[in-house]
């Protein structure tokens, strides 16, 4: 059983950057894939990143978000992050970081967080 908790998001002007954070419990979260997700108002889910197990070195970007989002995994604070920069008013959703045994851009990994807001203001 894995728990996971997003923190980092807010209210900014577009250009801006945040940092989202998903701090999870257990003592196997190096072994999970790691994703961000986001949802706005009236939309579906949509994948954002994903990064692989352990060192991380196999990273994916929704089209959407190259050259912007970057991902990355601290194993050792059990924490997957997820660096925002020039950020746009089309960013505004929830967002909510996911554990699974593979990436996929389908929103059918194991476990979910409760999602954390970004808001982005033109």
């Known amino acids: 059983q894995v728990q996971l908790v997003e923190s980092g998001g807010g209210l900014v002007q577009a250009g801006a950057s945040l940092r989202l954070s998903c701090a999870a419990s257990g003592r196997t979260f190096a072994s999970y894939f790691m994703s961000w997700f986001r949802q706005a108002p009236g939309k579906e889910r949509e994948f954002v990143a994903g990064?692989?197990?352990?060192?991380?070195?196999?990273?994916r970007y929704a089209d959407s978000v190259k050259g912007r989002f970057t991902i990355s995994r601290d194993n050792a604070k059990n924490t997957v992050y997820l660096q925002m920069n020039s950020l746009k008013p089309e960013d505004t959703a929830l967002y909510y970081c996911?554990?699974?045994?593979?990436?996929?851009?389908?929103?059918?990994?194991?476990?979910w967080g409760q999602g954390t807001q970004v808001t982005v203001s033109s």
């Open positions: 996911a554990a699974g045994n593979r990436i996929t851009t389908y929103p059918i990994y194991d476990y």
């Open positions: 990064i692989s197990t352990w060192s991380g070195s196999s990273t």
